[in-house]
C-alpha cells in the first residue's frame, strides 16, 4: 500500500467520552482478541480504549483521504434499522455507494448477478419515469411497481455502481459479517467499527468503537465521510 498523507482529522477524547464511544459490551460476552483495545472493566462493562481508537480512527481517515483523492470509490455497509437514515445520508454527503436495508448474500462475489439486478432496477425506474406503467393493466402495473419498490429498498443506495468498490467500510462488523467475508474473498480493503464482542483480525483496519449507540456511530461515520469528501475535493481540483 503507497505511504498515505498525514492530516489532522479533529479526533478529540472528549468528543468521543460524550459521544459513548468507550462504552464496551458486558465482560462475559467479550472476545479476549479485543483485549489490546480494552483499558478497564467498569460495572461489568468492558471500556475501551480511545487512545487506540483515536489512533486506528486516524489512520482510517488518512487511508479514506488518500483513496478519494485518487478517485476511488467507496461503499459503507450499516443495516441496523436505528442506523439507516444515518447511513443513507453519511453516504449521499460524501457521495458513497451504501446499503442500508439487507446485505444480499453474494452481492459483491456474485457482481454480474448484482448488475443484471441494477440494469433491471434501472430499467424500471426509467419506464416509470417515462410514464410507460400507466399504458399497462392495472394488476401489471401494480407488480412492477411492487417490484421496483422492493429493488427501490435493496439497491437503491448502490444504483450507480458500475463496479466494485475500492473500498468498503463497515458499522456493525457482527451484523454485517458475510459483507466482511466477501470483500475478503476479493481482496477489498475493508475499515470497520469493532466492539468489545468482535475479531478485530477481520478487517484491514477495525477502529475500537461502541457499534451499538447511534452516537458513537455518527461521530466515528462523521469523521470518515468528512475525510472521504476533503479527498475528493482535492481529486476534482487536480484533475
Excluded at 172 to 199: F, M
Aim: with cysteine.
Amino acid at each position: 500500500m503507497e505511504k498515505m498523507t498525514r492530516r489532522y482529522w479533529n479526533i478529540n477524547l472528549k468528543e468521543m467520552i460524550e459521544a459513548g464511544v468507550h462504552f464496551g459490551h458486558g465482560i462475559k460476552k467479550w472476545n479476549p482478541k479485543m483485549a489490546p483495545y480494552i483499558s478497564a472493566k467498569r460495572k461489568g462493562t468492558h471500556i475501551t480504549n480511545l487512545a487506540r481508537t483515536a489512533r486506528f480512527l486516524s489512520e482510517a481517515c488518512d487511508l479514506v483521504f488518500d483513496a478519494a483523492s485518487q478517485g476511488k470509490s467507496f461503499l459503507i455497509v450499516g443495516t441496523k434499522k436505528r442506523a439507516a437514515d444515518l447511513v443513507a445520508s453519511a453516504a449521499i454527503r460524501s457521495r458513497c455507494h451504501y446499503v442500508n436495508k439487507k446485505w444480499f448474500s453474494g452481492m459483491l462475489t456474485n457482481w454480474s448477478i448484482t448488475k443484471t439486478r441494477l440494469s433491471q432496477f434501472r430499467d424500471l425506474r426509467a419506464e416509470e419515469k417515462m410514464g410507460k406503467f400507466h399504458h399497462l393493466p392495472k394488476r401489471d402495473a401494480a407488480i412492477l411497481k411492487r417490484k421496483l419498490s422492493t429493488l427501490q429498498r435493496y439497491l437503491g443506495g448502490i444504483k450507480y455502481m458500475t463496479r466494485l468498490p475500492d473500498i468498503v467500510i463497515v458499522l456493525d462488523q457482527q451484523k454485517e459479517y458475510i459483507a466482511l467475508r466477501e470483500c475478503a474473498i476479493l481482496g477489498i480493503p475493508t475499515i470497520s467499527l469493532v466492539d468489545t464482542n468482535c475479531d478485530p483480525d477481520l478487517a484491514n483496519i477495525s477502529i475500537p468503537a461502541n457499534d451499538d449507540t447511534m452516537t458513537s456511530i455518527r461521530l466515528i461515520l462523521n469523521k470518515l465521510v468528512f475525510a472521504i469528501s476533503e479527498g475528493r475535493s482535492l481529486y476534482i481540483r487536480n484533475r
